[in-house]
């Protein structure tokens, strides 16, 4: 069992907007930044959004990340083809000594 | 350009340690500004991480395999490893390697990341 929460699904048609959430608590989002990170099918992870809401270049404008409290969202503005894949989010957890952990995934299909 | 590329054996017995190996090119391992990171994802599962080294050598490790888990730096050799000890099936995943930036472990991401090497465990 994850300790960030995300729906395990979601889907739009191209063109749409499609928000992900990212649920957890005190001593991980509520204390540190949030990051977002796509696997396309049979590929390596690859970092989308890091620090919250920051793009590294080469991320397309359209991805979008923001955290309020204990959760945070992913936002894909104008879905295309070529986001179908899962999107994972992150953070540190402050408790038993820090560590690192992961949300349980989220498949996004574009329709 | 950072590259990291796993390697080690791709079938372990039950029972006996799994070991990988992570090799950085394009960059240096010993910047104070990085960490080093091992992150596995059994087939048709999310991801894990499994533990996060310094270049000084100093560890983090997830809570449920730290009785299990090994990560060490060679800096000579631009090579961080894993070692896990008494694998079972349920160690059987895609193990990935990547680097662990920020100014600090709290506020750090994982980002690049090596293509992931295939780890059974099988009799």
């Known amino acids: 069992q994850s300790v960030l929460t995300q729906p395990p699904s979601a889907s739009g048609t191209p063109g749409q907007r499609v928000t992900i959430f990212c649920s957890g608590s005190?001593?991980?989002?509520?204390?540190?930044?949030v990051n977002w990170y796509q696997q396309l099918p049979g590929t390596a992870p690859k970092l989308l959004i890091y620090r919250n809401n920051q793009r590294p270049s080469g991320v397309p404008a359209r991805f979008s990340g923001s955290k309020s409290g204990t959760s945070a969202s992913l936002a894909i503005g104008g879905l295309q083809s070529e986001d179908e894949a899962d999107y994972y989010c992150s953070a540190w957890d402050d408790s038993l000594n820090g560590h690192c952990v992961f949300g349980s995934g989220t498949k996004v299909t574009v329709l | 350009q950072l590259q990291l590329q796993e390697s080690g054996p791709g079938l372990v017995k039950p029972s006996e340690t799994l070991s990988l190996t992570c090799t950085v090119s394009g960059g240096s391992i010993s910047s104070s500004s990085y960490y080093w990171a091992w992150i596995r994802q059994p087939p048709g599962k999310g991801l894990e991480w499994i533990g996060t080294?310094?270049?000084?050598?100093?560890?983090y490790y997830n809570p449920s395999l730290k009785s299990r888990v090994t990560i060490s730096v060679d800096t000579s050799q631009k090579q961080f490893s894993l070692q896990l000890s008494s694998v079972t099936a349920a160690d059987t995943a895609v193990y990935y390697c990547?680097?662990?930036?920020?100014?600090?472990?709290?506020?750090?991401?994982?980002?690049?990341w090596g293509q992931g090497t295939l780890v059974s465990v099988s009799s």
């Open positions: 005190s001593s991980n989002i509520g204390s540190n930044t």
């Open positions: 080294v310094y270049y000084s050598g100093s560890t």
């Open positions: 990547a680097r662990h930036g920020g100014t600090s472990i709290q506020y750090s991401r994982f980002d690049p």
